[in-house]
């Protein structure tokens, strides 16, 4: 059962990692897009009075959503690394048991009682 959940959990991790990555990839190259749209400006934030009197630009507001989505996809790579350190962790600890039981095993089997 232990090795069923890490495997799962190394499985889950990959998954996780692999997407987060190539959509941290998409994203960055959006915010890059917007960059080259709209000039180094769509960098500064946009909030305060700027925010409510100056309307904002298409590229401010890509920019802005890729960021965004950036950061989230960040998470979700970093939760893909956490659940493969955790199935990494169940598997030795599996294995672990496993070795020591059949060590266990072995030590029973091999000795015999005194008359």
């Known amino acids: 059962m232990l090795v069923a959940i890490g495997l799962a959990f190394v499985a889950l991790g990959i998954a996780n990692a692999a997407a987060g990555w190539t959509k941290m990839i998409e994203w960055r ?16 934030p946009f909030s305060g009075t700027p925010s409510i009197l100056d309307p904002s ?11 965004t989505k950036y950061e989230y996809y960040r998470i979700v790579r970093r939760g893909g690394f956490y659940f493969i350190a ?8 599996a294995a672990i048991r496993n070795r020591r039981r059949r060590k266990r095993k072995t030590n029973y089997e091999t000795h015999t009682p005194l008359a």
């Open 57 to 67: 630009t298409d590229a401010q507001l890509l920019y802005e959503s890729a960021t």
């Open 86 to 93: 955790i199935g990494t962790t169940l598997l030795t600890a």
């Open 29 to 44: 190259d959006r915010k890059h897009e917007a960059i080259a749209a709209g000039g180094e400006s769509v960098r500064l």
